[in-house]
């Protein structure tokens, strides 16, 4: 996977003891460091006529639903009052040090998906946590 790279807390115990503005920057660089691959991935299964139209409309729902949360992370980012600005340079693909065109496009359909759906658990986790510290009133 080409985030393997990023740390991550293994575990949600690990998770909740990350502080909220890092567990935040975190879920953002998660997101945009799927940015780019779901774009290549949306155009690499366009071309295969084969493929029912239904398939291809759910890809691009899935590539607006991540840029919809990370539009709305960064909402939540700034109402909290951190500092937007600091989170978004780390947040790109060249801060976190990802050749992520490369790997992302050398990866089978079934491995991207695997990492996708790997990343996708580990964001809402981190967005559960995130949810329970912000609103504790929820019974978490």
């Not at 690990?14 to 503005?21: G, L, T, W």
């Not at 879920?27 to 295969?48: D, G, T, V």
């Not at 960064?74 to 790997?103: H, Q, Y």
Request: glycine share 4%; aromatic share 4%; with cysteine.
């Amino acid at each position: 996977c080409h985030t393997s790279g990023m740390l991550t807390p293994n575990g949600k115990e690990y998770a909740q003891k990350i502080p909220r503005e890092e567990l935040t920057h975190l879920i953002l660089k998660l997101l945009q460091a799927w940015k780019e691959p779901l774009s290549h991935f949306n155009q690499h299964i366009e071309h295969h006529q084969e493929l029912p139209d239904d398939s291809l409309s759910k890809a691009k729902q899935i590539s607006n639903m991540v840029h919809e949360l990370k539009t709305g992370v960064e909402k939540v980012t700034e109402k909290a009052r951190f500092s937007i600005n600091s989170l978004n340079g780390m947040a790109s693909s060249e801060g976190t040090g990802l050749s992520i065109s490369n790997e992302a496009s050398m990866m089978s359909d079934s491995d991207f998906i695997h990492c996708f759906r790997r990343d996708s658990n580990k964001v809402q986790s981190y967005l559960k946590i995130l949810k329970c510290r912000i609103m504790p009133q929820n019974s978490c």
